[in-house]
């Protein structure tokens, strides 16, 4: 009988179609469906790849989040529970677990040592007996303020407080800031620091942000940048910092970099998560309504992995990585950040191969690591080839965006030739509102040739937007001076005096086209010497 059932098995899956055996090859188990805080949750399985891994816990915030790797068809993973109630609050967890298209679904609880949950935090939430949700009061006079200086107190359960007296106090004595001083190690640790949302509205109420410091970083907080509702008395703000390169940092970093082998990591992550705490209920704040400026201190190790003008802040979220930017100064990193979740900083050291060797090459890798010049494929720059007026206009307002320098008024399209939807229409009509570029009767021109005096016109206009030092250069004696168009000439010496072009000084070549390679220098030269 045995040996007739293994017959028909072997021939069923003979038979079946490929889709059907590999959504078969795939199986998950559990070690168990009940957990307490510290123990571990085991998974196991079949599998013919990678299987991806999300956790949702019972307050609907992403509790973990992995990329497993399968070796022999098969898989394991073992997750800790944290022991603090922030981080593992009770209730049932929702797991799914992807390969390929098959995705499969498990739950399983977080509980007390009786195998009991709050059940205001269980699925369909309450139980109709009248227990009341978990009270978020803060003491009004948590933590001590010292002038505009917080220092928190913890709780019992790990989390740093402060109250809303406590606030009210800083602020009155602030200038531009409510500054809450973290203990040393707190950003490699992830306890989380709870205050109440109102303390926003004062702080908003006297124009203050509100800046958030430990030994390794700071985030500096708009009052308005968190949208805190109609928070009541007992709503909170949650806000976690984490410098630590975490098991879930790492698969983000490596899903979103993939088989991109140009980008580097060297370590350096801060991972921040906001939450909005109301009863046992916790939503997160991805999306900020101003932008928020943190700072990364790099260690010693990380310090001396950076290369100069290769490396730069990224977003990431396992699929994909954002640039961001970021500027480097005594071994920290300063950056904007419009959302939160997990960033890096990166080296990025994108090679042409008709770079190689190529006196421009240093400046061309520097300004691709910027996201300032890209290629025209993967493989080639073409260092030779001319430069149109919509390309030039891109790359310098991608040179303005990275400096952080100007606030670009919004502004009508003021050329006739400028389509919206073109990838140029942006940054040309930008230059435009800056009065970088101008036009021609009402037109741009956008695919004609730039040439050397129309390009320096535009360079030194935009010089104003940078931190540029006058080497002391005199006035350039160029033989061909009286070929260069009257409205370029002031420019011209300008950009010779400043650094921003230079030569023998023997020839300018006014309408001459400017090449890729020659605005790669051109551009570089208006970056500080050795920028990030």
Same mark, same amino acid.
Do not use: C
């Given at each position: 009988?045995?040996?007739?059932?293994?017959?028909?098995?072997?021939?069923?899956?003979?038979?079946?179609?490929?889709?059907?055996?590999?959504?078969?090859?795939?199986?998950?188990?559990?070690?168990?469906?009940?957990?307490?805080?510290?123990?571990?949750?085991?998974?196991?399985?079949?599998?013919?790849?990678?299987?991806?891994?999300?956790?949702?816990?019972?307050?609907?915030?992403?509790?973990?989040?992995?990329?497993?790797?399968?070796?022999?068809?098969?898989?394991?993973?073992?997750?800790?529970?944290?022991?603090?109630?922030?981080?593992?609050?009770?209730?049932?967890?929702?797991?799914? #677990?992807?390969?390929?298209?098959?995705?499969?679904?498990?739950?399983?609880?977080?509980?007390?040592?009786?195998?009991?949950?709050?059940?205001?935090?269980?699925?369909?939430?309450?139980?109709?007996?009248?227990?009341?949700?978990?009270?978020?009061?803060?003491?009004?006079?948590?933590?001590?303020?010292?002038?505009?200086?917080?220092?928190?107190?913890?709780?019992?359960?790990?989390?740093?407080?402060?109250?809303?007296?406590?606030?009210?106090?800083?602020?009155?004595?602030?200038?531009?800031?409510?500054?809450?001083?973290?203990?040393?190690?707190?950003?490699?640790?992830?306890?989380?620091?709870?205050?109440?949302?109102?303390?926003?509205?004062?702080?908003?109420?006297?124009?203050?942000?509100?800046?958030?410091?430990?030994?390794?970083?700071?985030?500096?907080?708009?009052?308005?940048?968190?949208?805190?509702?109609?928070?009541?008395?007992?709503?909170?703000?949650?806000?976690?910092?984490?410098?630590?390169?975490?098991?879930?940092?790492?698969?983000?970093?490596?899903?979103?970099?993939?088989?991109?082998?140009?980008?580097?990591?060297?370590?350096?992550?801060?991972?921040?998560?906001?939450?909005?705490?109301?009863?046992?209920?916790?939503?997160?704040?991805?999306?900020?309504?101003?932008?928020?400026?943190?700072?990364?201190?790099?260690?010693?190790?990380?310090?001396?992995?950076?290369?100069?003008?290769?490396?730069?802040?990224?977003?990431v979220n396992g699929s994909q990585l954002?640039?961001?930017?970021?500027?480097?100064?005594?071994?920290?990193?300063?950056?904007?950040?419009?959302?939160?979740?997990?960033?890096?900083?990166?080296?990025?050291?994108?090679?042409?191969?008709?770079?190689?060797?190529?006196?421009?090459?240093?400046?061309?890798?520097?300004?691709? #690591?910027?996201?300032?010049?890209?290629?025209?494929?993967?493989?080639?720059?073409?260092?030779?080839?001319?430069?149109?007026?919509?390309?030039?206009?891109?790359?310098?307002?991608?040179?303005?965006?990275?400096?952080?320098?100007?606030?670009?008024?919004?502004?009508?399209?003021?050329?006739?030739?400028?389509?919206?939807?073109?990838?140029?229409?942006?940054?040309?009509?930008?230059?435009?509102?800056?009065?970088?570029?101008?036009?021609?009767?009402?037109?741009?021109?956008?695919?004609?040739?730039?040439?050397?005096?129309?390009?320096?016109?535009?360079?030194?206009?935009?010089?104003?937007?940078?931190?540029?030092?006058?080497?002391?250069?005199?006035?350039?004696?160029?033989?061909?001076?009286?070929?260069?168009?009257?409205?370029?000439?002031? #420019?011209?010496?300008?950009?010779?005096t400043t650094g921003l072009i230079e030569?023998?000084?023997?020839?300018?070549?006014?309408?001459?086209?400017?090449?890729?390679?020659?605005?790669?220098?051109?551009?570089?030269?208006?970056?500080?010497?050795?920028?990030?």
């Amino acid at each position: 009988m045995k040996k007739v059932l293994a017959a028909m098995l072997a021939l069923f899956f003979m038979l079946a179609p490929v889709s059907g055996y590999a959504a078969a090859t795939f199986a998950l188990e559990m070690n168990a469906s009940k957990l307490q805080r510290g123990e571990q949750l085991m998974l196991s399985g079949m599998a013919e790849g990678d299987v991806n891994v999300k956790i949702v816990g019972p307050d609907k915030t992403t509790f973990y989040l992995d990329v497993i790797e399968s070796a022999g068809g098969s898989f394991k993973k073992t997750i800790t529970i944290p022991k603090e109630a922030d981080f593992a609050p009770y209730g049932v967890y929702h797991l799914a #677990a992807s390969n390929g298209a098959a995705t499969l679904s498990r739950t399983f609880a977080v509980t007390d040592e009786n195998g009991n949950y709050p059940p205001e935090q269980s699925e369909g939430g309450g139980n109709g007996i009248g227990i009341a949700p978990p009270s978020n009061a803060i003491p009004a006079d948590a933590g001590t303020a010292t002038g505009s200086d917080i220092q928190p107190d913890k709780a019992p359960n790990g989390t740093y407080i402060v109250g809303g007296d406590t606030f009210t106090s800083a602020a009155g004595q602030a200038g531009g800031a409510v500054t809450i001083k973290l203990p040393d190690s707190s950003g490699t640790s992830g306890n989380a620091l709870e205050f109440p949302a109102q303390a926003l509205e004062t702080l908003k109420s006297k124009n203050k942000d509100l800046v958030i410091a430990s030994d390794n970083g700071t985030v500096r907080i708009p009052a308005e940048a968190i949208a805190a509702g109609n928070a009541g008395q007992e709503t909170n703000i949650r806000i976690v910092l984490n410098t630590a390169l975490t098991d879930d940092a790492k698969n983000a970093i490596a899903g979103s970099i993939g088989s991109n082998a140009d980008y580097h990591g060297i370590g350096a992550v801060i991972t921040v998560t906001i939450q909005l705490v109301s009863g046992g209920t916790a939503t997160e704040i991805h999306d900020l309504g101003k932008p928020v400026t943190v700072r990364l201190k790099l260690t010693n190790e990380q310090a001396k992995l950076i290369a100069a003008n290769l490396a730069g802040v990224y977003y990431v979220n396992g699929s994909q990585l954002e640039y961001v930017g970021g500027k480097a100064e005594n071994g920290t990193f300063t950056f904007p950040a419009n959302h939160f979740s997990t960033y890096a900083i990166l080296e990025y050291g994108k090679s042409f191969v008709d770079m190689k060797g190529h006196w421009a090459e240093q400046a061309v890798k520097s300004l691709a #690591a910027k996201h300032i010049v890209t290629g025209v494929d993967e493989q080639h720059y073409v260092p030779g080839r001319g430069i149109t007026r919509a390309e030039f206009a891109t790359m310098l307002m991608r040179s303005v965006a990275w400096n952080g320098k100007a606030d670009v008024p919004a502004g009508a399209n003021p050329f006739n030739d400028v389509p919206a939807g073109q990838y140029y229409a942006g940054a040309v009509t930008q230059a435009a509102s800056l009065g970088i570029v101008t036009g021609y009767q009402g037109a741009f021109r956008p695919n004609d040739g730039i040439t050397r005096e129309e390009a320096v016109v535009a360079l030194v206009r935009a010089a104003k937007y940078f931190d540029l030092s006058a080497p002391g250069k005199g006035a350039p004696a160029f033989a061909d001076a009286k070929s260069i168009s009257a409205w370029a000439a002031a #420019a011209v010496n300008e950009a010779w005096t400043t650094g921003l072009i230079e030569g023998d000084g023997k020839q300018f070549n006014p309408k001459k086209s400017v090449t890729r390679a020659e605005v790669a220098v051109m551009i570089g030269r208006l970056l500080p010497a050795g920028s990030l």
